[in-house]
């Protein structure tokens, strides 16, 4: 169904929304505005730095063909981010990354605190990446972060601090605690004055993209979850400036409750959600787009979507049986195009079709196997191995 006087937006029967970006720039170069922000070069040294690291390997491609077919697609890649390091998530890319870049800017790890809000994943990746090079970090956690999550963070040395509201309070905690204590934030978020690190945070996601094409994921479309918009920004700047205008068509996704980006587009310009953003997707609960990441998404990505939290359950389901173990944030991408795929308005919108190569990031493993059983029934432990 289109919306009256909207023929950008379309509602699926599946309740998944569909906003073709009003504010789309196809033709637009990637320039020095763009190229300040992120870049190949800025991607490359990140990769450099990464696929250095002890226990490095480039995360798996996994190919969905029953899922391509019963959805009317050429294929469905699918990158498999649990298998990230440890951490189970692309995040290790970003938060560990950012502090790596500190610590060689300062020419040491002396004296350096760090710190962040975290719904989980970027507050486990700072505080990695500050236990492998000897630095103090302090996380912020909101209240409905769940228990094993912020165990898992606390795992790797850090304090975690648990404070009232959402992540959006918590980014606010954990800037008053910095100022306060003379400590560096390593947030993923940027907001006016702050952008440096965000960047560095960024730019780390990139390698994700840069590792598929080495990979030879050549796709049509990039379907990829948005919290803050770093990770989709991150994405979409690597095919961008590599392909310009013949890049695939990137869209972003996030739970219905949570859609500071599909808002924004919508609205044409920033624009923050508030309440409680409960979602069972808990990376993506995140009522403020990230300043630097939407300057790029805003003429950059080719559309928004908005799904129900039922959609994401499904499709946790629906790779369990196929033996990937993903959590809630890590399948939104996915569930995203499932929602939309089965109707004609959505794919005409977005010129999906048989000959359609899509890839999907799977941005995380089940990073709380107690929720992971919750919704599937099964251990991520026994799902895995059916697939060793
Ligand atoms: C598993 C997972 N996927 C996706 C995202 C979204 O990343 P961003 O906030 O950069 O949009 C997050 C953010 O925490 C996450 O944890």
């Given amino acids: 169904m289109l919306f009256d006087g909207m023929p950008n937006l379309v509602v699926a029967a599946t309740g998944a929304r569909l906003l073709v970006n009003p504010g789309l720039d196809r033709n637009r170069p990637y320039g020095e505005a763009e190229r300040a922000i992120l870049s190949l070069e800025g991607a490359r040294l990140a990769h450099s730095t990464i696929s250095a690291w002890p226990g490095y390997a480039a995360t798996p491609v996994l190919s ?21 390091f440890a951490l189970k998530s692309f995040k290790a890319l970003g938060g560990a990354y950012a502090v790596e870049r500190l610590v060689v800017q300062r020419g040491s790890a002396e004296g350096l605190t760090v710190t ?14 500050a236990s492998r090079l000897g630095v103090k970090a302090v996380i912020y956690v909101h209240e409905t972060v769940s228990e094993g999550r912020a165990t898992a963070i606390a795992a790797f040395g850090a304090e975690v601090r648990r404070v009232p509201g959402n992540y959006d309070d918590a980014v606010r905690a954990s800037a008053e605690a910095a100022a306060a204590n003379d400590w560096t934030i390593v947030s993923d ?25 080495e990979q030879g994921a ?50 044409g310009r920033w624009t923050a959600v508030g309440g409680d953003l409960d979602t069972i997707m808990a990376g993506l609960a995140c009522g403020e787009p990230s300043q630097l990441a939407w300057a790029l998404l805003a003429p950059g990505a080719d559309a928004f979507v908005t799904i129900p939290d039922a959609r994401a359950a499904d499709a946790m ?72």
């Fill in 64 to 84: 969905l063909d029953a899922l391509a077919a019963a959805s009317g697609l050429a294929a469905i890649a699918y990158k498999h981010e649990g298998r990230r």
């Fill in 218 to 267: 050549a796709p049509t479309h990039v379907f990829v979850q948005g919290g803050v918009g770093g990770l989709a920004a991150g994405v979409l700047s690597w095919y961008w400036e590599l392909q310009g205008a013949g890049r695939p068509r990137v869209i972003v996704v996030e739970p219905e409750t949570a859609d500071c980006l599909y808002r924004s587009a919508l609205a």
């Fill in 116 to 129: 962040c809000a975290t719904d989980g994943n970027h507050g486990r990746a700072v505080a990695w990446g």
């Fill in 317 to 388: 389901r629906d790779l369990a049986d196929l033996g990937i173990a993903a959590g809630e944030s890590g399948v939104a991408g996915l569930a995203g195009l499932r929602a939309i795929a089965g109707d004609a308005a959505c794919r005409a919108a977005l010129g999906l079709d048989g000959a359609s190569r899509v890839f999907c990031i799977g941005t995380e493993g089940a990073t709380d196997p107690v929720i992971y059983r919750e919704i599937v029934g099964r251990d991520p432990e026994d799902v895995e191995r059916m697939s060793a």
């Fill in 189 to 213: 978020t940027s907001w006016p004055g702050y952008d440096l690190i965000p960047r560095d945070v960024m730019q780390g996601y990139a390698v994700l993209a840069m590792e598929a094409e």
